[in-house]
C-alpha cells in the first residue's frame, strides 16, 4: 500500500515539473537588439539588459517598454529611441534603430529662410528661419538652401549621421555680388595690360641691350684703329668714330635698364604678385 502511494507521489511530481518546464518555455520569448554605432545602453521596464548587440536575451510574454540610449545624448536635442514591445512565446523580436543626427544651421544674417531637398526628384520642403536647429534628421545627403531677401542665394550639400553637425553661412548681398563680378573683370583686364607692358618693355629691353653690344663692339674698333694709324686724318676720325660709339653705348645701356625696370614693375609686381 505504502509503495502504491510512494508511486503516485512520485508521478505527480514527475508531471507537475513537466506541466511546469512546459509552462515556463510558452511564457517566455526573446529579444535582441542592434544599433549604429553600437555600444548603446538598453533598457528593458527601465532596468538595464545590457549594450549592443544584445543578442536573444530572454523576456517575459507580453507588453514591455524598451529604451536605447542616443550616441550623443549630451546634446540637448538628442533624444533617446523609446518603444512599446510586445514579446511572442518562444520568438524572437528584432529591434533595429540606426541612430538620426542633428542639424544647426546658421546663417549671417540671421532669419534666413532655409529649404531642404531629401534628394533628387523629391520636392524641397520649408524647414523654417536661422537659427535653425533640426534635431532627429534622418541620416543621409541633403540639399540645403538657404535665401534671404537682398542676398544671394546659398546651397550646400550636407551628409548627416548620428553625431549632430553645425552649418554656418555668411550671405552675399546681390548688389556686391554684381560689384565683385565687375571688379573680377576690372582686375583680369589690368593683369591682361600689365602681361602686355611686361612682355613689351622686356622686347624693347634685349633690342637696347642688343644694340649696345654692337655700339660697344664698334666703339672698341674704332679705338683700335685710333692707337694703331699716324695718319692724322685717320687718326681724327677714328677718334671721332670711338667717342660716337661710346655716346651711342651709353644711351642703349640706359635704355635697357629703363625697359627691364618697367618689365620687373608690370610684368612681376603686377601678375606674380596675384599668383598668375
Known amino acids: 500500500m505504502m509503495s502504491q502511494w510512494l508511486y503516485h507521489i512520485i508521478t505527480l511530481v514527475c508531471l507537475s515539473g513537466i506541466l511546469m518546464s512546459a509552462h515556463a518555455q510558452t511564457s517566455r520569448g526573446y529579444l535582441s537588439v542592434s544599433t549604429d554605432p553600437p555600444a548603446q545602453s538598453v533598457y528593458v521596464d527601465s532596468v538595464l539588459i545590457g549594450r549592443t548587440p544584445v543578442d536573444a536575451h530572454i523576456l517575459t510574454v507580453g507588453h514591455h517598454h524598451i529604451r536605447i540610449t542616443h550616441p550623443h545624448r549630451a546634446d540637448w536635442y538628442a533624444r533617446d529611441y523609446q518603444d512599446e514591445i510586445v514579446i511572442e512565446a518562444n520568438e524572437t523580436l528584432s529591434v533595429v534603430v540606426p541612430f538620426s543626427g542633428t542639424l544647426h544651421i546658421l546663417s549671417d544674417p540671421y532669419n534666413a529662410q532655409v529649404y531642404i531637398l531629401e534628394g533628387l526628384g523629391t520636392p524641397e520642403y520649408f524647414a523654417g528661419t536661422t537659427p535653425l536647429r533640426l534635431p532627429n534628421l534622418g541620416r543621409g545627403t541633403y540639399l540645403i538652401s538657404i535665401r534671404f531677401s537682398g542676398y544671394q542665394d546659398i546651397v550646400k550639400q550636407v551628409v548627416v549621421s548620428h553625431a549632430p553637425r553645425t552649418l554656418s553661412v555668411a550671405l552675399t548681398p546681390i ?86 625696370a618697367a618689365t620687373f614693375y608690370f610684368f612681376i609686381a603686377h601678375v606674380f604678385r596675384d599668383g598668375k
Open 175 to 260: 548688389g556686391l555680388v554684381q560689384l565683385n563680378s565687375i571688379t573680377s573683370v576690372q582686375k583680369n583686364s589690368n593683369r591682361r595690360f600689365h602681361k602686355i607692358i611686361g612682355y613689351t618693355t622686356l622686347g624693347l629691353g634685349a633690342v637696347f641691350t642688343g644694340l649696345a653690344l654692337h655700339s660697344n663692339r664698334e666703339g672698341n674698333r674704332a679705338y683700335n684703329r685710333y692707337l694703331s694709324t699716324a695718319d692724322p686724318t685717320a687718326l681724327e676720325q677714328a677718334f671721332q668714330s670711338a667717342a660716337r660709339h661710346d655716346t651711342r653705348t651709353t644711351r642703349y645701356v640706359i635704355g635697357a635698364q629703363l625697359n627691364f
